[in-house]
């Protein structure tokens, strides 16, 4: 017998009704910083989880065997066989690239989290005051 997992109420709310709730049962607003401290532990969970993706999404190829054919490019004068081990090099280089960029756009997110984290501090000492 399988069971269904219940489905949270505030995930059926659409945004109106769950902002016209919020705004009639609850006393105490919450501050900037709050909503900016929540906004950047999402932010932080996602990214953390996604760079855990990107650094496993070569685990697949095993470049030990790419420079094996580049030792054997290298040592090679005959030009057929240099083009033929740089056919085989070529998808762990576009591999190795399309990651490398990923990984540029995942630290350019982090560098945007940071920043949010930063404003938390700046929200706080204006409330503080």
């Known amino acids: 017998m399988s069971q269904k997992k219940a489905k949270d109420i505030l995930d059926e709310m659409t ?8 705004r009639s049962s609850w006393h105490q607003r919450p501050k900037r910083s709050e909503l900016l401290y929540l906004r950047w532990k999402i932010q932080s969970e996602a990214l953390a989880s996604d760079y855990q993706k990107e650094i496993s999404s070569l685990d697949h190829l095993d470049f030990s065997v790419r420079d094996r054919y580049a030792a ?10 240099k083009l033929r081990l740089l056919k085989l090099i070529e998808p762990y280089d576009s591999a190795m690239s399309a990651h490398l960029k990923r990984y ?10 940071d920043r949010l984290y930063e ?7 204006k409330e503080a005051v």
């Open 15 to 22: 945004r109106d009704e769950l902002l016209a709730w919020m």
């Open 119 to 125: 404003q938390i501090d700046v929200e706080r000492n």
């Open 72 to 81: 054997q490019c290298n040592a090679t004068n005959n030009v057929a066989e």
């Open 104 to 113: 540029k756009a995942l630290d350019a997110r982090q560098a945007k989290v």
